[in-house]
């Protein structure tokens, strides 16, 4: 079955750094690519996602990019807040499956220090 | 209706005794997930419905999980004869599947500790 790996577990910036996240997937079938957000108690939040057919996605200070061939993709942050402090996880959506038959990576624990 | 609900927030059990969590998706959404989500650990898929089809129960942890959803609205997902080892996070998403695919959106979850 599908698997998601994802690295850093942790990772620590400055405010104002930027933060790069990568996740790789092992089924080549795979179609769709979501990156959630989850603070301290809360539920997860969708942040940004992917299709395969699309090699980049930006959406103001955050960007995803997708390798199909390497079966890999990344998340990046720019110009770091705070409040971007959360856990990060990325997702695949096995061949058939819909956005919500997910397979999570185990997570990067962001801190953004002042 | 603002997003997904689930009920009980937090639910403290013995060994031994069975517990049942209760789900609503947003009104319009045809398909509902269960996840479980452990300290420090992405979640977990379990199962998930279209309507009141259960299309994927493979990945339930044992057969002491089994999930509902008898009309297509609300979902409930049962674990018999609970053990520490059940202790976790359950949730729920639900998304518009079909016209108009919709990502999934979560639910708070259900915190559940069995002592």
């Known amino acids: 079955g599908e698997n998601v790996e994802q690295h850093p577990s942790t990772l620590s910036v400055q405010e104002g750094d930027s933060a790069v996240i990568k996740c790789t997937y092992s089924?080549?079938?795979?179609?769709?690519f979501p990156w959630y957000k989850q603070e301290l108690g809360k539920r997860p939040q969708l942040i940004i996602d992917?299709?395969?057919?699309?090699g980049e996605k930006k959406d103001q200070r955050i960007a995803v990019t997708l390798n199909k061939t390497a079966k890999h993709f990344s998340l990046h942050i720019t110009e770091t807040q705070p409040e971007d402090s959360a856990v990060y996880f990325c997702?695949?959506?096995?061949?058939?499956?819909?956005?919500?038959?997910?397979?999570f990576g185990k997570g990067t624990k962001l801190s953004v220090k002042p | 209706d603002t997003g997904v609900s689930q009920d009980p927030r937090h639910k403290i059990t013995k060994r031994g005794q069975n517990v049942t969590f209760r789900c609503d998706p947003i009104?319009?959404?045809?398909?509902l997930y269960w996840y479980r989500q452990t300290l420090g650990q992405g979640p977990e898929f379990l199962t998930y419905?279209?309507?009141?089809?259960?299309?994927?129960k493979s990945r339930l942890l044992s057969d002491r999980f089994s999930a509902e959803r008898p009309k297509g609205s609300f979902s409930t997902l049962e674990i018999q004869r609970t053990e520490q080892g059940d202790s976790a996070m359950y949730l729920c998403?639900?998304?518009?599947?079909?016209?108009?695919?919709?990502?999934?959106?979560f639910g708070q979850g259900t915190r559940l500790t069995v002592v």
């Open positions: 009104s319009e959404h045809n398909r």
């Open positions: 992917i299709r395969s057919n699309v």
């Open positions: 998403a639900s998304s518009l599947y079909g016209q108009g695919n919709t990502e999934a959106f």
């Open positions: 089924d080549s079938a795979s179609n769709y």
């Open positions: 997702a695949s959506t096995p061949y058939g499956g819909s956005q919500g038959n997910l397979i």
């Open positions: 419905f279209q309507n009141e089809a259960q299309l994927e």
